[in-house]
């Protein structure tokens, strides 16, 4: 079974460009979850999907940062404007069942320069 | 809210030492306590949660709840166990399902 998938494990942009951040969960997984870890703190969930629908987006830093999961399939989370402090490592999860474990992905490396 | 706190963030041991790695928390409600670990190079996964109370590659840890705590435990560390370990929070009510991580602690096994 293919575990989540994150897409592309390392971006490198300049500050004020677009950047696009894809994960596929598991197969059959409603429950979808972007984190973030940015430099030296801890890793911070950022929003919580089941299904298309956004169930949780309260650690969504700011308007920059969009995220969809249209059809309940692969989610996507835009960042534009990108500002330095968006660099980090962002981290996709996905669970399912009533155990509700979360899975990772093994995260994109984000630099904004 | 919620908070997961990890003291060390660096525990250096030699192998066949014992090991404890700290996490404390504070919540309100009653939390489902999790250990994640990160091996060099791999994604981050489960370890082990506290409700499951099992052993994994030797590692156990309690919830402690009058401590607010959940040490992670392994008596005789082997140098494969160096790794970054996250202990997590999750409410175990219907509020939501997100995650609250400690900073980590790195923990090294020398030979």
């Known amino acids: 079974e293919a575990g989540v998938t994150q897409f592309p494990s390392h971006s490198v942009i300049e500050k004020g460009q677009t950047v696009t951040l894809r994960c596929d969960p598991i197969?059959?997984?409603?429950?979808l979850y972007w984190y973030r870890r940015v430099m030296g703190k801890e890793i911070k969930f950022l929003l919580h999907f089941v299904k298309e629908s956004k169930q949780d987006e309260s650690g969504m830093p700011n308007n920059r940062f969009l995220a969809e999961r249209t059809g309940g399939t692969y989610s996507t989370l835009k960042v534009q404007p990108a500002e330095l402090e968006d660099s980090g490592v962002y981290f996709c999860a996905s669970s399912q069942g009533r155990k509700n474990i979360q899975y990772f992905g093994a995260g994109t490396r984000l630099s904004v320069l | 809210a919620q908070r997961v706190t990890q003291p060390e963030k660096l525990l250096s041991v030699f192998k066949g030492a014992p090991v404890e790695l700290k996490c404390n928390y504070s919540y309100s409600g009653s939390p489902e306590l999790f250990w994640y670990v990160q091996y060099s190079r791999q994604r981050l996964q489960l370890l082990l949660r506290?409700?499951s109370r099992e052993s994994i590659k030797g590692f156990t840890a309690d919830l402690n709840k009058g401590e607010t705590s959940f040490h992670l435990k392994k008596p005789f560390a082997q140098e494969e166990d160096s790794a970054m370990y996250y202990c997590a929070l999750r409410p175990l009510n219907n509020a939501g399902n997100m995650l609250t991580f400690g900073g980590g602690t790195r923990l090294m096994v020398k030979p």
């Open positions: 197969s059959g997984h409603d429950n």
């Open positions: 506290h409700i």
